[in-house]
C-alpha cells in the first residue's frame, strides 16, 4: 500500500518543510505513517441517502483518493456529507451562472444572491469535511505529524 506522506524530502540534518529534521523526527513520521496502512481492503459503500449527483461525487473521491489508503470503512457518513456538500456546490454555482450574482430584495435594493450564499456556506463544508478526512496533502501531513507527535510524547515524562 503506497505512503499517505511523502518523506523522501525529510533529510536528517537538511532543510525541508522549514526546519532541519533530526533522525529521530524522520523515523518517528515514518512510523506513524505506517500506522494508517489497512492489513485488508475495506469496500466501502455509498449512503443510500445521496442523491445521484453527490453519487457522482463520491465515485470520483473514492477513486482519486484509494492510492492513498485514507479513507476507512468508518468514515461513510462524513464522506457522504462531503460528497452531499460538493453536489450542492456545484448546483448552487449552476444557478449563479442562471440567475445572477444579485437579486432585488423585497425592499428594492440589489443584494448579494441566495445562491451566492449558499456557495459559500458549502466551500466552507466541503473545506472542513476534506480536512478532516485527509482529502488533500496538508490534512494528510497534518494527520502523519500528529502521530509522530504523539509517539514522541509517550515517553516525554519518564525521565523528569
Same mark, same amino acid.
Given at each position: 500500500?503506497?505512503?499517505?506522506?511523502?518523506?523522501?524530502?525529510?533529510?536528517?540534518?537538511?532543510?525541508?518543510?522549514?526546519?532541519?529534521?533530526?533522525?529521530? %523526527? #524522520? +523515523? @518517528?513520521?515514518?512510523?506513524?505513517?505506517?500506522?494508517?496502512?489497512? $492489513?485488508?481492503? *475495506?469496500?466501502?459503500?455509498?449512503?443510500?441517502?445521496?442523491?445521484?449527483?453527490?453519487?457522482?461525487?463520491?465515485?470520483?473521491?473514492?477513486?482519486?483518493?484509494?492510492?492513498?489508503?485514507?479513507?476507512?470503512?468508518?468514515?461513510?457518513?462524513?464522506?457522504?456529507?462531503?460528497?452531499?456538500?460538493?453536489?450542492?456546490?456545484?448546483?448552487?454555482?449552476?444557478?449563479?451562472?442562471?440567475?445572477?450574482?444579485? %437579486? #432585488? +430584495? @423585497?425592499?428594492?435594493?440589489?443584494?448579494?444572491?441566495?445562491?451566492? $450564499?449558499?456557495? *459559500?456556506?458549502?466551500?466552507?463544508?466541503?473545506?472542513?469535511?476534506?480536512?478532516?478526512?485527509?482529502?488533500?496533502?496538508?490534512?494528510?501531513?497534518?494527520?502523519?505529524?500528529?502521530?509522530?507527535?504523539?509517539?514522541?510524547?509517550?515517553?516525554?515524562?519518564?525521565?523528569?
Amino acid at each position: 500500500m503506497p505512503e499517505i506522506v511523502k518523506f523522501n524530502h525529510m533529510r536528517v540534518g537538511q532543510k525541508g518543510g522549514g526546519k532541519h529534521w533530526t533522525e529521530a %523526527e #524522520v +523515523n @518517528a513520521r515514518e512510523a506513524a505513517s505506517k500506522k494508517f496502512e489497512r $492489513k485488508k481492503k *475495506q469496500t466501502l459503500k455509498i449512503p443510500g441517502w445521496l442523491n445521484d449527483e453527490a453519487r457522482k461525487v463520491w465515485r470520483k473521491t473514492v477513486k482519486d483518493m484509494a492510492e492513498f489508503g485514507v479513507l476507512d470503512k468508518v468514515d461513510e457518513d462524513v464522506l457522504g456529507a462531503y460528497c452531499d456538500a460538493v453536489a450542492k456546490y456545484q448546483d448552487a454555482n449552476r444557478l449563479i451562472d442562471i440567475e445572477g450574482y444579485t %437579486e #432585488v +430584495n @423585497a425592499q428594492g435594493n440589489m443584494v448579494v444572491s441566495a445562491y451566492v $450564499k449558499m456557495a *459559500q456556506s458549502y466551500s466552507r463544508l466541503i473545506l472542513s469535511y476534506s480536512n478532516k478526512l485527509g482529502l488533500n496533502a496538508e490534512s494528510r501531513a497534518r494527520l502523519a505529524k500528529k502521530t509522530a507527535d504523539q509517539e514522541e510524547d509517550e515517553n516525554a515524562g519518564l525521565f523528569d
